[in-house]
């Protein structure tokens, strides 16, 4: 595959945190246009992953593309292409909902009257109208996802990188999530998610990556992977296997 047929790149990415090898020299290439799912178990290396893929952590080892701008020696172009929505993210905890879209819209160097028009769309999409005035540090976590998937999305980039996006977001909002995302594929925009949620990264990509350990265990067109099972079945026997049946715990009940 050329530079120019990947959104994003990522080529020997490794990281260490201290003895512990969380990412371990992973190549992996999200096609333009695909609708790419990251899983993994607990601690797998997803989010240091798409941290350093993003320009959020430094790498030890390798290189981060985005539709071939390198993130580390290209940083302004590169983030120009992308919108992010970064695990635990921390947002301006002392704006309203409506403050944050403004300021994060004029740091993005949009006009004042696109920021206006989006910001009034992203509000409206994500059902914020009754929230649009509540300071940032009290929304709920499912607001902040949704408040923070909003900033990701107001410079209209070309690649969303959203790390668990549907975590702790109620029913009506991860439906609306899950069709505002299908129609920027659709429209040419390319998504890469990660998910603790199969049967949601079944329905909504077409290319996965399974994460075990800090190494990529599989990783292609989503029927390829899963060869006939399910994506969960794929994952347990790719990354380990069911506890064994009946262990409980004597001490319990
Ligand atoms: N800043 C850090 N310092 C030390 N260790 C870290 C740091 N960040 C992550 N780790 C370790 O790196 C490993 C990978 O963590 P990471 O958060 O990337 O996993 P993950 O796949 O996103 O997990 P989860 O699905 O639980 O969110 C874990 O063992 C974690 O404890």
């Not at 609708?35 to 997803?46: C, E, I, Q, R, T």
């Not at 989010?47 to 290189?63: H, K, Y």
């Amino acid at each position: 595959m050329k530079d120019s047929d990947s959104a994003l790149q990522l080529i020997g990415l490794s990281k260490q945190f201290e003895d512990h090898t969380a990412v371990n020299s992973v190549n992996l290439s999200v096609p333009c246009g695909s609708f790419f799912g990251l899983v993994g178990p607990n601690g797998a290396g997803k989010t240091t992953l798409l941290s350093m893929a993003i320009g959020l952590l430094r790498p030890d080892q390798g290189a981060s593309k985005i539709f071939g701008v390198n993130v580390w020696s290209n940083p302004l172009q590169a983030k120009t292409l992308v919108g992010v929505l970064p695990d635990g993210m921390s947002l301006p905890e002392r704006l309203t909902g409506r403050e944050l879209l403004t300021y994060m819209g004029l740091l993005r160097g949009l006009d004042t009257k696109t920021v206006a028009q989006r910001t009034e769309d992203l509000l409206d999409i994500l059902d914020f109208r009754d929230d649009e005035r509540t300071l940032v540090i009290n929304y709920s976590t499912g607001m902040r996802k949704k408040i923070g998937l909003a900033t990701a999305l107001l410079h209209s980039p070309k690649l969303l990188v959203l790390d668990e996006p549907f975590e702790a977001v109620d029913p009506i909002s991860a439906s609306t999530i899950r069709t505002l995302l299908q129609s920027f594929v659709t429209t040419g925009g390319s998504v890469i998610l990660s998910s603790h949620v199969m049967p949601l990264v079944e329905q909504l990509c077409d290319h996965v990556a399974v994460i075990a350990k800090g190494s990529v265990a599989a990783t292609g067109p989503l029927d390829l992977v899963c060869n006939g099972k399910s994506l969960e079945e794929s994952f347990i026997s790719l990354v380990g296997h069911r506890p064994e049946e009946g262990k409980k715990l004597s001490w319990l009940m």
